[in-house]
């Protein structure tokens, strides 16, 4: 694997390496911590794992954590799961996320760019974020939140669920979201687990230059939520607040500063959940203290994001990402917030915001990515992308093609830009693997383990594995792994996840290389594997083989246990618009998965559907799949309300009765 691109994609010059706040950081742990101060990357993130307690020390001095009452040690139990980091401090997220509005130069730059469909981007300065966050957290208390009650958002990717989420935790209280594209049950999974006492919500929201009300779904979580004691109306689309609600202009109208209240460091910060496709979904909980050092270490160190950044994702509140966006704030960085279709008008949208916003870093899927190669699109020729420094994508593996698009994009206009793909999960709400400013890209893999995260690929028998497929483990604990799951008393279902496999390690579910030069390769998931005659393979790099080809959008691969000892891997295709599954289509998909992955690789048939299934959050949709292919009533495959189409999964139980 790791001779395969010899030749870097991308170096980063000595100018940039010189100026990466990582390279500062290094040389100042090692005057102060005891960090390596040559080496490079690999040797600082090979002490950052070997000296847990120094390596935290250091994050939580150089970017001056604020402690309200000091911590006794940085790691009391630091066995998995239950480690317990920094016992005996107390501190608050939404102070260290305002912060930069303490700051008198600051007060009227922006720390918030929204963008709608318009693409007109309206700031929301320092110092008026403050305020909205003082009010509103003055106004909740003023309601009877109190820490650990829980305030939940039904809420696009707009500023007002920045300011809910800051002066919730500016309470003490716990945050948690979905998107208003979620239909009623699917919220209802999440927040019924949770029983949040405060409902913030729209009357509604745009996508793809339509309007879609969603005030009936906002009245059955108002019936089915038994524990609200308030909903809070933000007539996105114009409408009158419904009887016994409370206007968002009411309450962030004060001119209040806002009271941080100290929690201490394992206090929960926000519940985020899994897709739950088979069955609830997970209710992840993750720490203050943890995300707060975790995320300022990622967004510091890894993404060099600063005060002079502007950072843009395209995101929902119903994922992961928006909760690491919105922790740009802890850096000082401006935060572009886009709420929208991510094609509309056209493919080029999300460069459309970039340019319009002048965002540094432009995040990204790598669905998106390869959409705009197939469109055609010239992200750099077409728009003003001068100010970009990084290209991020997360979501799925990006394909080595996407790596190559994109840097072709850049390099003939504005030079060749850094591209990261990056890994990690909603499970620690950031990232195992990705992003390094000083190191370089090659084609195809993510530049290297993150800091402070244990990394390595595992056989069956747990003997870690150099140039080979593995399984992705972490054996050291990172700070920002749930505290526990919600409503799991016992902690048997948060073991479960993560813990059964490898006792005392965490397993998290993909197919990994690390390579002999650092650099990690994903493979895809390694719940749905794929196993022909004993040889693991992933389906991501199927996907990438066959979706090459110009006439297939889209493609799912499944290999099923058959009851007789057969396996059975099929390949279901969604074709472009225009295109037609004939005998030469299906040879030159099977000749392009020879030649460029192996004969084993080749599916068994090859079979046309009218679209794709995916989770609510835009990842396709293995396991349900696998299983309704092995028989299993689509009731107990999938849970309806985690799915984006319901209807295409129909396909499938029909198909596995024809089979039968």
Not at 190 to 204: A, I, K, S
Not at 359 to 381: Q, W
Not at 443 to 466: M, R, Y
Not at 557 to 579: C, N, Q, R, S, T
């Amino acid at each position: 694997m790791s001779t395969a691109n010899p030749s870097p994609l991308w170096q980063p010059d000595q100018e940039r390496i010189a100026g990466a706040q990582i390279t500062r950081f290094q040389a100042w742990a090692a005057e102060h911590h005891g960090a390596p101060a040559t080496g490079g990357y690999a040797a600082l993130h090979r002490w950052s794992v070997d000296e847990l307690d120094s390596f935290w020390k250091a994050v939580t001095d150089w970017f001056d954590v604020r402690f309200s009452t000091p911590y006794a040690r940085v790691l009391g139990d630091r066995s998995m799961p239950g480690a317990e980091w920094f016992p005996g401090a107390t501190l608050n997220y939404a102070e260290h996320a305002l912060r930069a509005s303490e700051d008198p130069t600051r007060a009227d730059a922006p720390a918030l760019l929204y963008v709608d469909e318009t693409h007109d981007p309206t700031p929301v300065t320092w110092s008026e974020l403050r305020r909205q966050v003082g009010s509103l957290a003055a106004e909740l208390r003023a309601l009877g939140v109190r820490p650990g009650d829980r305030v939940s958002g039904y809420l696009p990717n707009i500023p007002q669920a920045v300011v809910a989420l800051l002066a919730t935790a500016a309470v003490g209280a716990v945050w948690t979201s979905c998107a208003p594209d979620f239909g009623a049950r699917s919220v209802l999974d999440r927040f019924q687990q949770v029983e949040p006492v405060v409902l913030f919500t729209v009357d509604g929201y745009r996508y793809g230059g339509k309007e879609h009300d969603r005030r009936d779904t906002v009245a059955e979580l108002r019936r089915e939520l038994p524990t609200l004691r308030a909903v809070v109306h933000i007539p996105l689309l114009g409408t009158e607040a419904p009887e016994g609600t409370l206007e968002w202009s009411a309450l962030t109208a004060a001119d209040t500063a806002p009271v941080f209240e100290p929690v201490p460091f394992d206090h929960p910060l926000w519940v985020l959940y899994s897709s739950g496709t088979t069955g609830l979904p997970k209710a992840i909980v993750q720490s203050q203290g943890g995300i707060l050092v975790e995320h300022l270490k990622q967004i510091g160190l890894h993404c060099d994001l600063g005060p002079d950044d502007r950072f843009f994702w395209y995101t929902s509140t119903g994922w992961m990402m928006w909760n690491f966006l919105v922790s740009g704030l802890l850096t000082g960085t401006t935060i572009v917030l886009y709420d929208g279709s991510p094609g509309h008008p056209d493919t080029g949208a999300q460069w459309r915001v970039a340019e319009r916003t002048g965002a540094t870093l432009f995040g990204t899927s790598a669905a998106y990515v390869m959409a705009c190669r197939k469109a055609d699109v010239h992200p750099a020729r077409d728009f003003d992308l001068s100010r970009v420094q990084c290209v991020a994508t997360t979501g799925s593996p990006l394909p080595p093609d996407g790596f190559r698009w994109l840097h072709d994009a850049f390099a003939e206009v504005t030079g060749p830009v850094w591209i990261a793909s990056v890994s990690g999960g909603t499970d620690v709400c950031s990232c195992f693997a990705g992003a390094v400013p000083t190191l370089p890209v090659h084609i195809g893999e993510l530049q290297a383990p993150c800091l402070g995260t244990d990394l390595q690929a595992w056989d069956p028998q747990g003997k870690p594995l150099v140039d080979e497929v593995g399984e992705l483990v972490v054996t050291n604990p990172m700070p920002s792994m749930p505290i526990h799951f919600w409503n799991d008393p016992d902690g048997s279902r948060y073991h479960d996840s993560y813990f059964d496999t490898y006792p005392g390690v965490w397993r998290h579910g993909d197919w990994i290389t690390l390579t002999a030069r650092g650099s990690v390769v994903i493979h895809g998931r390694s719940d749905s594997t794929l196993n022909r005659q004993g040889v693991r393979m992933g389906s991501a790099d199927i996907y990438e083989a066959v979706e090459r080809l110009p006439e297939i959008r889209e493609s799912l691969v499944i290999g099923v246990e058959l009851p007789d000892g057969g396996y059975w891997m099929p390949l279901f295709i969604h074709l472009a618009p225009g295109a037609a599954l004939d005998d030469d289509l299906r040879a030159r998909i099977k000749a392009t998965i020879r030649e460029q992955l192996s004969p084993r690789h080749v599916p068994d048939e090859v079979i046309e559907v009218p679209a794709i299934p995916h989770t609510l959050t835009g990842k396709r949709i293995e396991v349900p799949v696998k299983r309704l292919l092995q028989g299993t009533p689509l009731d107990k495959a999938v849970n309806p309300g985690s799915v984006d189409n319901i209807e295409l999964l129909r396909f499938y139980e029909q198909l596995a009765r024809d089979r039968a």
